[in-house]
């Protein structure tokens, strides 16, 4: 079993950054991709990053690519998401997830945390 405990959400103003953390207890995270996902109020969960084991291959939604990195440090168990350029649209709860693969589909997803709040006012 995996626990991914997230951090690192707040209210910033448009044009601010937050980075995220996502933390890992339990299992080690060996082989797992990990991913980013978000759900604004009374929308679906969406994508928005991940990235393999190796962190050698990364992917962004177009809607925060060129804004936001996704890295990890496996030693340290954790992936981040560094967000720049914050828009009110950005505003949802964000969910880590560790999975088999860096997919962009949330049920290919095994582990994932309780989330944390990201809001960007205007």
């Known amino acids: 079993q995996v626990q991914l405990v997230e951090s690192g959400g707040g209210l910033v103003q448009a044009g601010g950054s937050l980075r995220l953390s996502c933390t890992a207890s339990?299992?080690?995270?060996?082989?797992?991709?990990m991913g980013w996902f978000r759900q604004a109020r009374g929308k679906e969960r969406e994508f928005v990053s991940s990235?393999?084991?190796?962190?050698?291959?990364?992917f962004y939604a177009d809607s925060v690519k060129g804004r936001f990195t996704i890295s990890r440090d496996n030693a340290k168990k954790t992936a981040y998401l560094q967000m720049n350029s914050l828009k009110p649209e950005d505003t949802a709860v964000y969910y880590c997830?560790?999975?088999?693969?860096?997919?962009?589909?949330?049920?290919?997803?095994?582990?994932y945390g309780q989330g944390t709040q990201v809001t960007v006012s205007s």
């Open positions: 997830a560790a999975g088999g693969s860096p997919s962009t589909t949330p049920s290919r997803y095994i582990y």
């Open positions: 339990g299992r080690t995270l060996s082989g797992y991709a």
């Open positions: 990235i393999s084991w190796t962190g050698s291959s990364t």
